[in-house]
């Protein structure tokens, strides 16, 4: 390939290495041909055709140069190597895609003498030119670091832009990235810190650390992946994978004007909810029990305060928020949709700070810190609160007045370093939510969880890590009212062990780990509360559970086109006693009157076991740098589930281990996407395809009574399920404008067939599950009007979800009986819903000590009354009416304060 002179002499100028580099090239590629006194470009030109390689280098070096030679499926290298003897050239490859043709003995030039901002570039060197290593490739790393807070900078970009190499800091700050001996410019680049930019001088293996610090001026960028490289788009090997940076999700429109994760996760493709005050999310097609949450490791069985209205996430206490829904790492496992990893902050290293936020209906405040004069251990400690209560007893409404509503929650971190290769991580959290129609009927609900991690550094190349995690989820219900004064009780609790171990080889990061949880169910208690009340009470048996799953993945460069991600997980499963097994008489229906018997297990004995393999693959084909195709499969298993009669998550639904009824789901999921960069990466591109089966997924019968019953087996179905969809994005990552546009087409079905009618539904067809949304579209947009003002906006529209519609009526003794039509065959009104928010900073001076920040919000700016339910008014000799229930039907405007001191 022909370059102009200057152009090949930039490219010699930033990649050359100061001493002959013969590297073996990472092509596997065998060259059959035969040349008779063929000048060397025609040679390099035929090598270009027959390689996805390309050769830099200037003509005039190349001239008179004739090559004689017959090769026989000869590897690359050596086909250089004998190109080039008796010349005074030798190659080196500098990326996976490309080799450089130059003089022996060529000197390096020197890098720039100063950085992108105009600052002297600092010289850093790594080990000494007279002992330089002899690899082909040495190891740079290091650990990024806050200025201010001293905490490690996650997710920052390290590159060196000439040879078109990069990595990501991890969770801890830390970063490895493979280059050749020589001089390399490395530049630092995150989301609202200042990039730095410096002069590596690399001669062996070695660490260099660097601090980032704040930008005076931090613009308000959207961007849906804020921890990237440039084209990680187009190079990354993960597909459906996306990350928020928290920056990003408090700039966003508030809903009375509170930050919201999960809002913020609902607005990226293939994300869905069944509408507005439902709890939980909805994940390509799935329920909303398929999500695994993880705060801080953590597993939230409940992540949602007030109905949904609110998420358990403190924003001021969050780092940063990925979501897998594609491509899901081996080390999780457990649900069938995707995984949504909540990482928490670690606490300010340098001096103690502030943040906090006050709304109209919350308010929130977050400390952190050193403890100690050696500021080893740090501490970060944030709490929230809502006075809904003082708003409600404000509306006119005599209903509301007499309802209330409030929630809080606390969240605790303590790290503490022990030496350089010792790290302690301790993490807690808190919430409780109450919420009441009248005074006599309240609900109260809380989320407990708490997590211990030692991470050890054995060497530069392994790490390894313990972890114990303790979760628990309670609901209580009570009814104060004289006659029927009782109190209904349930939830679970879990605790996990989970040993790990990461090994970084170049091109491989090998992750290999296990993963042991105990389950405790508690389904469902029902007391009187005093002499006076009628309440017969009822108590379902514990039910416990034991999971363990050995896992190892391996990401690793095939070729220059190729790369992979493979992964194997192995899981199984134990219900385990004491507990009861009812058996029913064989070819009939379950029901409470065919139980013939029951079986008694022990504590500690095997009621049902189940296990299985989950494999997961990532290929990526690199067809140019600017675009790729990417194609996965995963299979998934899940082993606890959620029953529910409704749609969304309920205080009221309960958790039901898989048992001798109830069996694991497992999901199969095929993916295929091709991802395209434009405007030297200003925009991205991306269309994703998917597929997926369920086995074993539960629907309920009609006339299902899941509410304390004994044999709810006997009430809940298991069919076959199918997803598919496709998911398009269109994104914009810089300038004054920027944002994301996106297309959801995602079908979710289900098919429960029996040679029983009463133990199928629809005739053993197809139907739509009820978080079936064919059609999504989300517009997300982010204007810089100055240095000071923001506009930012967000609007979806999305297909109403399914519903079953009663078809006609008949009257039975004078009461009127609904007769409906096939499960789920139609649909409430589409939801569309526009907000609006208007960020103002206060100051932006270098020094300040108070920083504060102004948000105005419009949730619903047109008031749309988009429809949660749709109930229908039976009359006699009428067709029954539809009249739809909507929770949010009016504009919310809403004004926040945020500070950072």
Known sequence: MRFPFLASLVACFLVLIPFLGTAQTSS?????ARYEQAPLQTILSDLEKKTPLRFYYQSQWLQDIKVTAVFDRTPLPEVLRKSLEGTTLEFIQYHPFAI????????????????????????????????????AKVTLRGRLVHSKTGEGVAGATVAVTAMKAGA?????????????????????????????????????????????????????????????????????????????????????????????????????????????????????????????????????????????????????????????????PAQFGGRLSSVLDVKQKEGNKNKLTGKGALGPVTSRLVLEGPLGASKNTTFLVAGRVSYLDWFLKRLKDEQLRRSSASFYDITAQVNHQLGAK?????????????????????????????????????????????????????????????????????????????????????KHQITAGFQGTRYEFQPGILAATSEESSVNGSALPYQQSMEG???????????????????????????????????????????????????????????????????????????????????????????????SST???????????????????????????????????????????????????????????????????????AGKGRTYGAEVLLSKKSGRFTGWTSYTYARSQIKVASERPEEEINKGEWYSSNHDKPHTFNLVTAWQMNRRVALTSNFTYSTGRPTTAPIGQYLNDGRIIPIYGPRNQARIPDYHRLDLSLTIETNH?????????????????????????????????????????????????????????
């Not at 596997?28 to 059959?32: K, M, Y």
């Not at 004064?485 to 790990?500: D, H, M, R, T, Y």
């Not at 020094?847 to 047109?862: L, T």
Request: proline letters at 5%; a neutral charge.
């Open 28 to 32: 596997d590629s065998l060259i059959t």
């Open 100 to 135: 450089v043709i130059k003089p022996a003995g060529f000197v390096q030039p020197v890098l720039a003498t100063k950085d992108s901002q105009g600052r002297p570039l600092n010289r850093v060197q790594v080990g000494s030119p007279q002992n330089a290593s002899k690899a």
């Open 168 to 328: 990501m800091s991890d969770a801890n700050g830390d970063y490895e990235l493979s280059l050749p001996v020589g001089e390399h410019l490395v530049s630092y680049r995150v989301v609202g810190l200042m990039p730095e930019e410096r002069i590596v001088a690399l001669y062996n293996s070695g660490k260099v650390d660097v601090t980032l610090y704040e930008n005076a001026v931090a613009l308000n960028e959207v961007q849906i992946n804020s921890e990237r490289l440039t084209d990680q788009n187009v190079n990354s090997i993960e597909m459906g994978v996306n990350k928020l940076d928290m920056g990003v999700v408090r700039k966003m429109p508030t809903f009375m004007g509170e930050a919201d994760v999960v809002k913020a996760v609902m607005l990226l493709p293939g994300v869905s909810s069944v509408g507005e005050g439902s709890g939980g999310f909805n994940v390509r097609g799935g329920s909303t029990d398929q999500n695994l949450v993880l705060m801080g490791g953590v597993p939230v069985y409940n992540p949602s305060h007030l109905f949904g209205f609110f998420s358990v996430f403190n924003p001021d206490a969050v780092q940063d928020v990925t979501l897998y829904r594609g491509g899901i």
């Open 422 to 506: 010792d790290k302690i991580s301790i993490g807690g959290y808190y919430s409780s939510d109450a919420f009441g129609f009248t005074k006599d009927s309240l609900y109260n609900w809380q989320n407990i969880g708490a997590s211990v991690k030692h991470t050890h550094t054995f060497s530069e190349k392994w790490v390894g890590s313990l972890s114990g995690v303790i979760s628990k989820y309670s609901f209580e219900a009570t009814d104060e009212l004289a006659s029927r004064a009782s109190s209904f009780k349930n939830g679970l609790w879990s605790v996990e062990v989970k040993p790990e171990l990461t090994y970084y080889a170049g």
């Open 549 to 643: 799953a050995l896992y190892l993945s391996d990401e690793y460069t095939i070729s220059p086109r190729w790369s992979a991600m493979v992964g194997l997980r192995f899981s199984s499963f134990w219900n385990i006693g004491p507990g009861d097994v009812y058996v029913y008489a064989p070819g009939e229906t379950k029901r409470i009157r065919t139980i013939q018997d029951t079986l008694h297990f022990d504590a500690g004995q095997t009621i049902a076991r189940y296990s299985g393999l989950e494999p997961r693959v990532s290929l990526k084909f690199s067809i140019t740098e600017n675009n790729s195709l990417k194609a996965g499969y995963q299979r998934m298993r899940q082993y606890i589930h959620l029953v």
């Open 647 to 717: 749609v969304g998550i309920s205080p009221i639904d309960f958790w039901q281990t898989s048992n001798s009824f109830i069996q694991p789901q497992v999901g199969d999921q095929y993916s295929l996407g091709y991802f395209h960069n434009f405007l030297d990466n200003a925009l991205e591109f991306s269309i994703e395809g998917y597929y997926k089966d369920i086995q074993n997924q539960l629907d309920y019968k009609e006339g299902a009574d899941l509410w304390l019953n004994p044999a709810v087996e006997a009430d809940l179905l």
């Open 845 to 901: 001076k270098k020094d300040k000590k108070w920083e504060g920040r102004w948000n105005f919000s419009v949730s619903n700016v047109y008031g749309r009354k988009n429809a949660y339910s749709v109930f229908y008014r039976h009359e006699k000799f009428s067709v029954p009416k539809p009249y739809k229930l909507s929770v949010v039907g009016i504009p919310l405007p809403s004004i926040s304060y945020e500070f950072k001191f």
